[in-house]
Nanobody
């Protein structure tokens, strides 16, 4: 059974930084893309960033390009999302997800397993 556990969320001021981590178990981690999504109250879950199984090919939503960096450590079964220059509109619950294949996809349906989410709050 696949288990994904996120950590690293919290309260930060506008312009601050956070680093989210996602530790996976029960899966051959290095075979699958990993994605990060977020969901704010009353809004749809949206793609933020993802990285392919090798870690060599990241992909980003336009609204985080230049501010967020996605990465992974396959030896540690861990994915990361480094978030900088945070804005109030970045506040949401952030989820990591295990992709169904090798490459990143940007839709929710492209992911098999999800973490429980970690709250990110950005004060203005």
């Amino acid at each position: 059974q696949v288990q994904l556990v996120e950590s690293g969320g919290g309260l930060v001021q506008t312009g601050g930084s956070l680093r989210l981590s996602c530790i996976a178990s029960g899966v051959t981690f290095s075979r699958y893309a990993m994605g990060w999504f977020r969901q704010a109250p009353g809004k749809e879950r949206e793609f933020v960033a993802g990285v392919d199984a090798t870690g060599d090919h990241p992909d980003y939503a336009e609204f985080v390009k230049g501010r967020f960096t996605v990465s992974r450590d396959n030896a540690k079964n861990t994915a990361f999302l480094q978030m900088t220059r945070l804005k109030p509109e970045d506040a949401a619950v952030y989820y990591c997800a295990q992709g169904r294949g090798f490459d990143v996809v940007t839709i929710v349906q492209g992911y098999d397993s999800w973490g429980q989410g970690t709250q990110v709050t950005v004060s203005s």
